[in-house]
Nanobody
């Protein structure tokens, strides 16, 4: 089994920054990547970014590319999502998830078997 615990959410003004953390525990054999998803009010859950545990390959959704950065600290078994230049439309609950895929459809939720409980991000003007 794999457990994920997110933290770092909060309220911020437009243009501000936040850094989310996802602490991962459990067997690493059960996944090859950690992704961040988000679900805004009245919206479907969408993939935001992913990082592959071997090699550090990353992918981003078009809506956050250039503003968000995903990274990992293998020593701490923590995956970070640095969010800069935040917009009101970034308001959502953010979830980290562990799964296995080859990267071509990294944002499909079906590949992820383990999820955290989520952390709320609210961006206001």
């Amino acid at each position: 089994q794999v457990q994920l615990v997110e933290s770092g959410g909060g309220s911020v003004q437009t243009g501000g920054s936040l850094r989310l953390s996802c602490v991962v525990s459990g067997y690493t054999d059960y996944y090859n990547c950690i992704a961040w998803f988000r679900q805004g009010p009245g919206k479907e859950r969408e993939g935001v970014a992913v990082i592959y545990t071997r090699g550090g390959r990353t992918y981003y959704s078009d809506s956050v590319k250039g503003r968000f950065t995903i990274s990992e600290d293998n020593t701490e078994r923590t995956v970070y999502l640095q969010m800069d230049s935040l917009k009101r439309e970034d308001t959502a609950s953010y979830y980290c998830a562990a799964g296995t895929n080859d990267g071509t459809t990294w944002n499909w939720q079906t590949w992820y078997n383990f999820w955290g409980q989520g952390t709320q991000v609210t961006v206001s003007s």
